[in-house]
């Protein structure tokens, strides 16, 4: 089964040749990449990475952009590397928390929301409902960063904590989410019913998950949560897409829980985008 990454990162040329300019029209930008040692890519870099890696096809995810014309800058990026690279990327979707009916043509999902850079917060339900109503109408998944509220402090480690993605799961029970990074942890409280039953429409990503956890946290979920609710995801270029195989290459999993896990559960996911993006078909 093909090797599906669905969490990865990209940006247009002309955010990379002119960061320090990028760094001063968005303070969450520069949090994240005002080191100049901190990694941004390129679609090209990116594919140069799966042939490395031996990945078939990713997902490239939005930035959190608070101006929204920067938004619509990625988006056009993100729409024009899906198309010139068909069957190896499918794009997700750069959306303002106030847009009511977003122009979500040629995407597959919503994302990566990031709550902090962008302003608002998960709890605020009526802000957020109406481009989860057009995620809703049109199968589409949103994927929110989660972060865990112990251990060290890291560039975008934010305010998301992982009782904020749960009631808005709760909320919107008919919407399709992906929990980021592990879901800050959430995971673990799906051991409570009621807290499972919440989340049933939840799955969550490995995304820099070996900067976070033991890799034994990957078997561990797995038990908790079942073969089809995690999607392997590197967060490239914060981590090598090779590496992070190797390390799961390394794992003791059963045939079926690395295929959907490598794989199948992304494919699974987005299918009803299928039809507008080659690398699920």
């Not at 605020?124 to 057009?134: D, K, P, V, Y």
Request: aromatic letters at 10%.
């Amino acid at each position: 089964m093909p090797v599906i990454d669905a969490h990865t990162h990209i940006f247009p040329p002309e955010v990379i040749v002119d960061r320090e300019r990028f760094c001063r029209r968005d303070a969450w930008f520069a949090a994240l990449y005002g080191n100049p040692l901190a990694r941004i890519a390129t679609a090209e870099d990116l594919i140069r990475s799966m042939d490395r890696a031996g990945v078939a096809s990713s997902v490239v995810l939005s930035f959190g952009w608070r101006d929204r014309a920067l938004g619509e800058l990625h988006n056009a990026y993100l729409l024009d590397a899906a198309r010139r690279f068909p069957g190896r990327l499918t794009a997700f979707a750069h959306v303002a928390p106030d847009t009511a009916d977003p122009d979500l043509d040629g995407f597959a999902g919503i994302g990566e929301w990031m709550p902090e850079g962008q302003g608002f917060d998960l709890d605020e339900h009526r802000r957020l409902a109406g481009q989860l109503g057009a995620a809703r109408e049109r199968r589409l998944p949103v994927l929110s960063h989660v972060s865990e509220p112990v251990g060290h402090v890291y560039p975008g480690k934010s305010n998301v904590k992982p009782e904020q993605f749960w009631r808005l799961a709760r909320a919107f029970p008919d919407n399709r989410f992906i929990a980021a990074h592990w879901g800050g942890g959430l995971l673990f409280y799906e051991l409570m019913p009621e807290v499972r039953l919440d989340l049933r429409n939840v799955q969550y990503d490995t995304a820099a998950g070996r900067l976070l956890y033991d890799t034994a946290i990957i078997p561990f979920a797995l038990g908790v949560l079942g073969p089809s609710k995690v999607l392997w995801g590197s967060d490239y270029p914060v981590l090598s897409q090779r590496f992070d195989l190797r390390a799961v290459a390394q794992l003791t999993l059963g045939a079926e829980a690395r295929e959907r896990l490598l794989g199948g559960n992304c494919r699974d996911l987005l299918g009803s985008a299928g039809d507008r993006s080659p690398s699920l078909q």
